[in-house]
């Protein structure tokens, strides 16, 4: 059947997304759109299931500013962006899909970096060499502790929805907490990242500082935020998502490495930060605010990890290592990191489109960045963005988040340290209140 809504739609896509040069495209009238940048496959649906979006008069009338390599370049009201990450959602399975742009300029620099990306060195800087400080730290990683972050985060803030009137308690119980881990550290920082007024949501960001190499840059993420489709979050205090696994299962394999970190005297010689971010489930937004205020100021991001989905074991192999927005060289290194200290898992491939996690914010300013994974991408967590996204969905147990907790403390390790440096001292107990300085390593 010819549709000729959808006809004229084409037409007018043929005649935006001509201009293939970001100087070319056409002037457009202020209003209070967001700019995205989305999967193509997305876009198409979201332009015929939006016309009619109920509450905004007169639906939602999807433009393709632009397009290259299966993103598209559009613009929608703000209202409209839950509507959207719903579709993600129901038709594709899929978090994120999407990339929410401060502005049009940043938007169009996006696309802009698709068709030219960063041209980045052809060998990692980076070697696997620190047997001594993975296995101290990786072997200290509990279980207990970690299952214990995720229940206190999904149940205690069991509506971290980025707009929620009560965001900032859960962003100042995960402040607290890294605070009070670094509480012998007086090197180690913990700060919000305001992200103005994209989201009240604030990031999280507890920085390491590198001790010989302090301007390469390590990260380790995952977000903070959790959502919850078929209910109205903002407005409804009983509209709770727990979000356990998606992803308080990432902040809690976060959180658990910088205790073994800092209960060790873990000093790397290149700066490591973790961040939890905030209103991923919105268009990546606290990452992408990130990502491009780094890249504005020039700072040197030699590798990211992300941590999105850490407990539900639903797949043969233990770890996905995922391919798509992510660098394959990195990828095959943290592959690497797998086989070399946990031996006995297994790891695969597995991908999930655009844009499906904050790596991709990092991705698309040529860092290089990678995302291991709870299972295939078929297989993952069917319980997410609902009520029933708890600690009970994937067995009371974090024993699968431990996997990932050991591969970070790796990834931190053997980004963080670089060369010959003096093994850890003996095992610290975590919980020590007496003085430890006397322990701490310090690194050349
Ligand atoms: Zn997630």
Same mark, same amino acid.
């Given at each position: 059947m010819?549709?000729?809504?959808?006809?004229?739609?084409?037409?007018?896509?043929?005649?935006?997304?001509?201009?293939?040069?970001?100087?070319?495209?056409?002037p457009l009238p202020a209003d209070d759109s967001v700019w995205i940048t989305v999967d193509a496959d997305i876009f198409a649906s979201a332009q015929r299931r939006?016309?009619?979006?109920?509450?905004?008069?007169? %639906? =939602? &009338? $999807?433009?393709? !500013?632009? @397009?290259? *390599? %299966? =993103? &598209? $370049?559009?613009? !929608?009201? @703000?209202? *409209?962006?839950?509507? $959207?990450?719903?579709?993600?959602?129901?038709?594709?399975?899929?978090c994120g899909g999407f990339i929410r742009h401060a502005s049009r300029a940043r938007a169009e620099a996006a696309m802009d970096r698709l068709r030219e990306p960063r041209l980045l060195p052809l060998v990692l800087p980076f070697t696997i060499d620190q047997q001594a400080w993975v296995a101290a730290l990786a072997g200290q990683v509990s279980e207990p502790a970690i299952l214990s972050t995720i229940t206190e985060l999904s149940t205690a803030f069991p509506n971290r929805y980025h707009?929620?009137?009560?965001?900032?308690?859960?962003?100042?119980?995960?402040?607290?907490?890294?605070?009070?881990?670094?509480?012998?550290?007086?090197?180690?920082?913990?700060?919000?990242?305001?992200?103005?007024?994209?989201t009240p949501q604030p990031s999280v960001i507890l920085t390491i500082p590198g001790s010989s190499l302090p301007g390469e840059i390590v990260v380790l993420g995952g977000h903070q935020d959790s959502t919850r489709f078929g209910c109205s979050i903002s407005s409804n205090p009983a509209c709770v998502a727990p979000g356990a696994d998606d992803d308080a299962s990432g902040i809690a394999v976060l959180t658990e490495v910088i205790r073994v970190a800092l209960a060790n005297g873990f000093r790397p010689q290149r700066t490591v930060q973790f961040m939890a971010y905030a209103a991923e489930e919105v268009g990546l937004v606290g990452s992408e605010d990130i990502a491009a205020t780094y890249d504005a100021q020039g700072k040197n991001v030699v590798a990211v990890l992300q941590q999105d989905m850490t407990?539900?074991?639903?797949?043969?192999?233990?770890?996905?290592?995922?391919?798509?927005?992510?660098?394959?060289?990195?990828?095959?290194?943290?592959?690497?990191?797998?086989?070399?200290?946990?031996?006995?898992?297994?790891?695969?491939?597995?991908?999930?489109?655009?844009?499906?996690?904050?790596?991709?914010?990092?991705?698309?300013?040529?860092?290089?960045?990678?995302f291991a994974f709870e299972s295939t991408f078929d297989q993952s967590n069917p319980y997410i963005?609902?009520?029933?996204?708890?600690?009970?969905?994937?067995?009371?147990?974090?024993?699968?988040?431990?996997?990932?907790?050991?591969?970070?403390?790796?990834?931190?390790?053997?980004?963080?340290?670089?060369?010959?440096?003096?093994?850890?001292?003996?095992?610290?107990?975590?919980?020590?209140?007496?003085?430890t300085s006397r322990w701490t390593v310090t690194i050349p």
């Open positions: 010819f549709d000729s809504g959808l006809a004229a739609s084409l037409a007018l896509a043929m005649v935006l997304c001509a201009p293939a040069a970001s100087g070319a495209r056409a939006l016309a009619p979006l109920p509450g905004l008069a007169g %639906g =939602v &009338v $999807l433009e393709k !500013l632009d @397009a290259h *390599a %299966g =993103v &598209v $370049l559009t613009r !929608l009201p @703000a209202a *409209a962006i839950d509507a $959207l990450a719903e579709i993600v959602h129901t038709e594709f399975r899929r707009a929620h009137h009560a965001v900032h308690h859960s962003a100042d119980w995960i402040r607290n907490l890294w605070l009070s881990l670094a509480a012998q550290r007086p090197d180690v920082t913990v700060d919000f990242f305001d992200h103005g007024g994209l407990a539900w074991e639903g797949s043969v192999q233990d770890i996905y290592v995922y391919t798509g927005n992510t660098d394959p060289e990195l990828n095959a290194f943290v592959s690497d990191l797998v086989e070399t200290y946990q031996p006995t898992l297994g790891w695969g491939s597995s991908t999930c489109g655009y844009a499906c996690s904050d790596h991709a914010s990092w991705w698309q300013f040529g860092y290089r960045a990678s963005h609902s009520i029933n996204d708890t600690v009970a969905s994937f067995g009371g147990s974090a024993v699968h988040a431990a996997k990932f907790a050991r591969l970070a403390a790796a990834f931190m390790v053997e980004t963080g340290l670089d060369g010959v440096v003096p093994p850890p001292m003996p095992f610290l107990d975590g919980f020590e209140t007496a003085d």
